[in-house]
């Protein structure tokens, strides 16, 4: 049987998604932030740099993360 192989770029993409989900989720219970948006997430290797805008109750902020 051959399985279906899965490309990188298809990989990235989702882990983008999944990423910007467990961001969003894990930010939420704060009721200082308002809203994060403006993802940008970029890969190098085993990492991810992910930098988003998070409008909290304070202004807006960039914020910058290497996982």
Known sequence: ????TRRSSDLREYAQSVIEGFV???LA???R???CHDFDISFDKDQA????TADTI???IEV???I
């Open 24 to 26: 969003k989720d894990a």
């Open 58 to 60: 304070y202004g807006e």
């Open 33 to 35: 932030i308002l809203e």
């Open 49 to 52: 740099q992910i930098v988003f």
């Open 1 to 4: 049987h051959s399985f279906p």
């Open 64 to 66: 910058e993360e290497v």
């Open 29 to 31: 219970p704060d009721s």
